[in-house]
């Protein structure tokens, strides 16, 4: 390739069409940025969460960790010869009250500060001027890190600070801030183990017990002389780091999956322009071919010249990307509306390697998008090219290609998940996707065959647009795969997003059904600390305008070491059918057995399907349970349990609750209520209020917010589907310029040509239009119901929006047609009658 | 057939022709010289109505296009005149009959008989299903007459219909064309640089920025 004769001939051409190669540069740059911030932004969040963990965590070789067991196993394990350290920690969720009132979540972690340091040094307490270097001792004594002190603004350590308040059941315990820990992450609290488990009643209670090892230790040997006691497991370094990735992997993954969705229509973008763009230069490329330039070099031409539009597209989506995660992670803390991440503000985190590949990523888009178009110029015969005659496309395209694809597809959306992500499922999408496309021109050549003869067709206008839609299929094929790419995305987004839209709006309806929820706890792992008594619930039962009283209990359990928490809620469950989605009729309850109803999750991670047995960590112990039936659950994405209040008190002995929900008397305001039971409590900001309302509304906007990014794909998609057309029929009307001409002499008026061009355009996106629907609905299976319940294990009935369906067909349809007349009416003027005195 | 009365046509301040009348009577045929850049092909756009005369009027068959809109000029396009191109404008994804059909489809007129009898006439009845990316430019110059004739119209205008042939073949067109002309008992205004095609027809006048003129005929080169 001669570098000085491409940098002429694409810096030229270039200029001359500065929108149309800007357009297609800014859809490369728009598809490598979303694609690229989206992994800054996970990989970002997830290095300093990660990044929390260890430091609030350590770096032991090993953790035994379970739910409050006796710290009597403390002594037998640090007395182990194989144990070089043995740290014993308490770990407490709870809430702090800050200095205007609000309750803060915070961490507390209750430490032997000197067997900690070896193991954490990020929570050595650092004490502040003027407290003693040994007030880590001192059991009233609390250590804030970063977080805490920006979360508890006022609560700075000094000598003379006010106490800081934390949440011990249904009052709080009074502690002084002394001084500081480096641990980063969420707000944490260190303060001394005794201390700790008098202030939250946990006397000679233990959660986890970090150790390192004598080195040569083997550690299973290990675990099996420790005879550890039921609910208490070992997990090795690394564990919780990966409980925090699996946390949210699936979301993460399934965000990629959708940016990179943008790189895809990027490089139909491409695709068109670099089509039209060929198209226009047919003659050059002939004059070059005669002049001596080899068909391979025409290809390599082209993607020579895909190749620098990706270059510099991927250049610019790199910086777009690293700002736009800059700015996202300021203004979304890393959360990107998942909510995985809370209160991590992460700083940008940018890898070379990373960086390299999505670059690369963006570069080989365009030579996707180019290397069709490149095969055309390869392909063009100069001589017939010069005369404007063209080559007739004679040979059937085969459709084995975009058939094998489409089973391909239609086959790996039966497989399993691998390695916990719907990978087969995304498989099918793409294979559905390409396959579709892949089967445009075959389908287009069966159209154009069953279509009348010549001789049949007696009118002119029918004849022209029919013989030159076979003649020239492949530009017919290119109008229609834009048409079917664009659009089979957004029926696909369109259709999922809509049913499980529709799923948590009737899942809302049925979990919501009293007037008003209060709760003591944001969330099931600081339950433990921020609870109600029974006497208190009783009284609330007695408050005036309460006509029903419904109290349940959250628990966190952990289930697998390597995975997030489970909530077990416990509460009156006099008919399950009645008071839970399920998905069948619930099993009969069997006497002398303890009957649990299940989330989905809990089917696909813990393999608990209806009428098996399952062993729960309560803290009094292992409980065996039958599982009676499965519910659906939208809001615990890692499992949840329902369990009957009266068999959870008589197993656990554990009467404290943390949610109510108020059934109201006619005419009851809900004001009047929460003021009410405020006034029954210590602190009014022990419960948080919501109306079924605000809690439906609430949880719509969460929805909404996390499937934004959809709403922006599917208007990138159409917007780009809408380009690609306008640029496939450009490139038409412009190869039929002469055409146009030659009619015009022939009698035709520039109204009739126009309308033969929108006509053509019609029945071409039409056809477009109607393939994409199928297509997309084909996809929008596979994500409803293969990807989303191996994604986030819950299931959703499909619900088929046809007013938005049609719509967005309509829009399509209207768009492909009225720019097509626009390309034709300025095609159709009198540049046309001039173009007949130039050389085909 | 035809009558330009004093046509005057300007791009910009610059005069391309002035002063243009002239009559051609059916079964006349007429060649016009003129050196390059003189405006012939304007002139016969003019003629045709597909450009705009800064001046004057043209007349076919008694209607002045002045007189007419778009869309009527477009139908007096389409049933008086037939057309040929130098650089032939056969379209490449219609056959040679389909081609030559195509102004008997704009009038819903369709007559296989018809475009069979004039390929014959033509010397191509034989590559009536052919494509034109298989027949040579003599070939493709012959299909153009023979659609520029199909529709028997009033004026036909040839723009160099030889100017991309070898002299032979330019020769052999030019009879077919004087052929169909005469047959078809149309007027023909054939614009040209070549003397050979002029010598065939009946009157050759030269267009000058200041009008037309007689030309004696040329010998032929």
Known sequence: MNFALLRLLVLREWRHHPWRHGAALLAVALGVALAYSVHLINSSALAEFSSAVRTANGEPDLTLSGRLFDDALFERVAADPGVQIASPVLEIDTYARSSDGRRVAVRVLGIDALLAAPLAPALWPQPVAGEDRL???????????????????????????????????????????????????????????????????????LSRIDLRLVPGTDTQQLIRRLALPAGVTAVAAGVAEQRVSNLSRAYRVNLTVLALVALFVGAFLVFSVVSLSVAQRTPAFALLGVLGLSAQERRRWVLAECALLGAAGSAMGLLLGAALAAAALRLLAGDLGGGYFPGIVPPLQVGVLDT???????????????????????????AQALKGLGSPESTAPPAWPGATLLALGAAAAFLPPIAGLPLAAYAAVAALLFGGVALIPALVHALLAAAPVGGVLRGALPLLALQRARFQRRTATAAVAGVVASLALSV????????????????????????????????????????????????????PGVTRLEASRLQPLQLSPDRPTVTLISRPLSDPAAQLPLLQAPLPAQAGEVGVFVSEAMVSLYGAAAGSLIDLPLPSGVVPARVRGVWRDYARQFGALVMADSDYQRLSGDLRLNDLALTLAPGTAAATVQQALRALLPDPALLEFASSAQLRQMSLRIFDRSFAVTYYLQVVAIAIGLVGIAASLSAQVLARRKEFGLLSHLGLTRAQVVAVVAGEAAAWVAAGVLMGLLLGLAISLVLVFVVNPQSFHWTMDLVLPWARLLALCAAVMVAGVATAALCARNAAGRQAVMSVKEDW | MLQLKNLHKHYGPSPIFQGVSLRVARGEFVALLGESGVGKSTLLNCIAGLDEADGGQVLIDGVALSGLDDVARARLRRVQLGFVFQAFHVLPHLTVAQNVGLPLRLLNRLDDTRVAQVLDAVGLGELGARLPAQLSGGQLQRVAIARAVVHAPGLILADEPTGNLDPTTADKVMAVLRRQVQEAGAACVLVTHSAAAASAADRVLRLTPLGIEDAAPQPAA
């Open chain 1, 135 to 205: 007030v880590f001792l001192d059991p009233d004594a609390v250590f804030l890190n970063a977080a805490a002190r920006s979360a508890l603004r006022g609560a700075e350590a000094t000598a003379d600070s006010r106490p800081l308040e934390l949440q011990a059941g249904a009052g709080y315990t009074s502690l002084r801030v002394a001084g500081n820990v480096a641990a980063g992450g969420t707000p944490v609290l260190v303060m001394d183990l005794a201390g700790a488990q008098e202030r939250f009643a946990a006397l000679g209670k």
């Open chain 1, 356 to 382: 390299a590949v999505f670059g690369a990523l963006g570069v080989a888009s365009a030579l996707v998008g180019g290397w069709w178009p490149a095969r055309q110029a390869q392909q063009l015969v100069p």
């Open chain 1, 492 to 543: 696909a987004l369109t259709v999922m997003v809509a049913s499980f839209r529709v799923g948590v709006s009737s899942w809302l309806d049925a979990v919501l059904p009293a007037d008003l929820y209060a709760r003591s706890a944001g969330s099931s792992s600081a339950a433990d600390q921020a609870w109600l008594t029974p006497d208190f619930v009783a009284r609330v039962a007695q408050v």
